[in-house]
C-alpha cells in the first residue's frame, strides 16, 4: 500500500515526538511492504514565524490533498502574547473544521504495569483501562445560536442537533466497537433534554445495522460516576459534543500519564486528523526527554482507521506495551527512584520490539 501522510511537528516537544512517530511508521512500512510518503507542513507557531499566520491556505489545502494527518502539537510561551485570531492553537480548530472532521476518538488506555500512576485504587482499575470515547466535534450547544442581553441580565446557548449528524457519528463509533470489543454506550441525558432523546432514538435505530455490536444507554451524570468507580465495563462510549469533552477530560485523567494518550478525528471518507492529546510542553522541549508514546499511538490509530490496517496498528500497539511490561520508562512516567530513558531510546525500544 501507498500512502501519502501531512505530518504537522508543530512546536515545542512536537518535532521530537513526531520524529519517532514516523520513524516507527517507517519501520511497519518495511516489515509489512508498504510505502508511506511524508509530506511536511507547518501550523502553529511555527507557522506564524514563517509566514505571519497560524495555518495558511495552502497547508491546508496540502492537508486535504493527503490521505491523513499526523500532528505533533503547537504553541509555547513565544507566541502566547498574539491576539485570538493569531494564536498557534486556532491552526488546529482551522484544521479540524477545513478537514471536516465531526468525530473525536479518545482512546483512554491504562497498562496494568503503570496502574500506581493511576488516582485510582488498584482493585478498581482491575486488569487495566482500556475505554475509546467517541466524541461528536462540530455540533451541540458549542455550535448552537449564542445570544446576551445588552444589559448582561442574561445569556443564552442553543444546544441543537440533526439527526443526520447523530446518525453519521452513531455509525463512526459502532464501527471503532466492531474494531474492539463489540459494546457500545451510549450517553446522553434523555430524562431532561430533548436533543438527547432525538439522540437516543437515532442510536438505537443505527444499531439495526450493527446487530453484532451490544448496544446499552447511560445518563451522562452515571457515566460519569461509573467511569471512576468500574472504569472496566466500558468499551466505547459515544457522546455529543460537550458531554464529550468533560468525560474524555475524566477517563484520561484516570489512567495516569498524559504522555500515554493518542487521539483521532475523523471525517467522512477515510482521511482523519491523529495527534497526542497533550500539548507542545515547552518546559521540556529539546531536551530529549518528552514521552513519544502517545504520538506513537496516534500513528497506530493511523494506520486503522484510515488505512484498515489493523495488523500493523495492532504491531505498534503490542510493542508499545511489550515495552511497557518490560519496564522501559521515560521520565514522566517512572517511578520513584526508576531508570528512565530519553525519546529516542523509547522510540528505538519500541521499534525493536515491532521487529
Ligand atoms: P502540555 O500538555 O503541553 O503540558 C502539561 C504538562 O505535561 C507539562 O508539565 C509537560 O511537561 C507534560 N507533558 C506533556 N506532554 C508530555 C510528554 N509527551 N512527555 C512528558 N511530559 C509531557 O500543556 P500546557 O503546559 O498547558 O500547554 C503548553 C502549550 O501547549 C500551550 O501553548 C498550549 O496552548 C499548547 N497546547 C497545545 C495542544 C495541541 O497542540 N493539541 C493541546 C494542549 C495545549
Known sequence: MEKYIAVIPGDGIGPDIIKEAVKTLDTVASIYGHTFRYNYLLAGGSSIDEYGIPLTEETLKEAKDSDSVLLGAVGGPKWDGMEGSKRPEKALLALRSGLGLYCNLRPALMYKALSSSSPLKSEVIGDGIDVMIVRELTGGIYFGEKKKAEDGSWASDLMKYSTAEIERISRKAFEAARKRRH???????????????????VVSKVAEDYPDVELSHLYVDNAAMQLVKNPGQFDVIVTENMFGDILSDEASMITGSIGMLSSASLG??????????????????????????????????????????D??????EDAVEKVINGGVRTFDIAGKGEKYVGTEEMGKAIREAIK
Open 183 to 201: 459494546k457500545l454506550t451510549s450517553v446522553d441525558k434523555a430524562n431532561v433534554l430533548e436533543t438527547s432523546r432525538l439522540w437516543r432514538k
Open 268 to 309: 467522512e471518507g477515510k482521511g482523519g486528523m491523529y495527534e497526542p492529546i497533550h500539548g507542545s510542553a515547552p518546559d521540556i522541549a529539546g531536551k530529549d526527554i518528552a514521552n513519544p508514546i502517545a504520538t506513537i499511538l496516534s500513528a497506530a490509530s493511523m494506520l486503522r482507521y484510515s488505512f484498515d490496517l
Open 311 to 316: 495488523t500493523e496498528a495492532k504491531a505498534i
